[in-house]
């Protein structure tokens, strides 16, 4: 660090986990997610957007997933996470977009008499102990549980809902992330010598 600071440069480090990219492994953890959710709102006849941009009041963002019931007329504003990122801003994005998730849908034609906000994380012990660690904080901005989500997701009604959903890893076994969990195991040989 101290070499490039002297010759005004800069230092730039690629982190590899078992010869993958993280941020490689995070995307396709995160695109995982998106499509299981797209599946299960799909299933429930709600209309979809991906990765839908805004710009409203000198706001800038995009919403994961956003869904739409052309018949309760309610939106759905899905943030997705592979894993638990800080919480602190994590509530803070999805409240601006639930915010703003009105008249984005007003531009997209659909009508909206209330917005639901839903935390989708890709479950694993460990996004479940970082929930854990800020259980208060989670709980109060994401009150429904998981279970009651998903059910309103396949009946809804025209009341805003906030919860956080855990999805499990649906991928394949072929997958990226279970090829690279595997671990190859060498016997261990053990050394006697005959007296």
């Not at 800069?10 to 797209?38: K, M, N, P, S, Y």
């Not at 984005?104 to 917005?115: H, L, Q, S």
């Amino acid at each position: 660090m101290a070499a490039a600071t002297a010759v005004d440069g800069q230092l730039a480090l690629d982190f590899r986990w078992r010869g993958e990219g993280l941020d490689r492994l995070i995307d396709e953890e995160h695109a995982a997610v998106v499509d299981q959710l797209v599946e299960l709102y799909r299933a429930a006849r709600w209309e979809i957007a991906v990765e839908v941009s805004f710009s409203k009041f000198g706001e800038r963002g995009s919403i994961d997933v956003f869904a739409w019931h052309p018949v309760v007329n309610v939106v759905a504003v899905n943030e997705v996470k592979a894993s638990v990122p800080e919480a602190g801003g994590t509530v803070i994005g999805v409240d601006r977009k639930a915010r703003l998730a009105p008249e984005i849908a007003r531009e997209r034609g659909w009508t909206c008499v209330a917005v639901a906000r839903f935390l989708v994380i890709r479950d694993s012990s460990t996004s479940r102990r970082r929930i854990g660690e800020h259980k208060r904080l989670f709980a109060s901005a994401f009150p429904v549980g998981g279970r009651d989500c998903l059910e309103w997701i396949r009946h809804p009604s025209a009341r805003a809902v906030s919860g956080l959903i855990f999805l499990p890893d649906s991928r394949p076994a072929g997958s990226t992330r279970r090829r690279t969990a595997r671990r190859r195991v060498r016997p261990v040989r053990s050394h006697t010598t005959d007296e």
